[in-house]
């Protein structure tokens, strides 16, 4: 995500373009995704036995643990995405009797505070790995500036021990 960010960020729009109204953007569809999968979540919970409901538990925590990844460069996008799936999951889990430990609910509010955390990470790692890149291309173009200098300087230069101006 972090790469596929940096590329869209130096290869798309201008930084004006690429804030406020992509973004907002991004996390309303990535918000209404998590509700449309948060209502099948809230539909299809109290239907199945025992096993069809720790199937859904499972898959619905492998998607959204992917899409904290896939968004992680947008953390708002990505708990927006996350939470509406989970808080759905977590309030079927916690009225609808899976079993007689209640691990489904606790397993649950334990992954919801980790992707928190995860997301908040990714976030950090994403923006030190743009800034590093962004100084790294700067740096680079700045170095292709000066060999050109260079280059018009010994142009001359030999030009300059060549031919004689008398």
């Known amino acids: 995500p ?23 953007r991004a996390v ?55 939470l509406s799936v989970l808080i759905p999951l977590l309030i079927q889990a916690l009225s609808v009797p899976v079993g007689d430990s209640g691990i489904v609910p606790i397993a649950l509010g334990l992954f919801i505070v980790g992707a928190l955390l995860i997301t908040r990470a990714s976030w ?16 680079l173009a700045e170095a292709q500036a000066a060999a050109r200098r260079l280059q018009g300087a010994l142009s001359r230069m030999h030009d300059l021990a060549m031919a004689d101006e008398l």
């Not at 790469?3 to 973004?23: I, N, P």
């Not at 950090?124 to 740096?139: G, I, K, P, Q």
């Open 28 to 82: 309303a569809l990535a918000v209404t995704l998590g509700v449309l999968w948060g209502a099948a979540v809230w539909w299809l919970f109290p239907l199945g036995g025992p096993e069809e409901r720790a199937t859904l538990v499972m898959l619905m925590t492998g998607l959204t643990g992917g899409a904290v990844a896939v968004l992680s460069s947008s953390p708002q996008a990505s708990i927006g995405f996350f």
């Open 124 to 139: 950090t790692r994403f923006v030190e790995n743009v800034r590093v890149l962004v100084e790294r291309d700067a740096a």
């Open 2 to 24: 972090a790469l596929v960010g940096w590329q869209r960020w130096k290869h798309g729009a201008s930084r004006a373009d690429a804030t406020t109204e992509r973004h907002a």
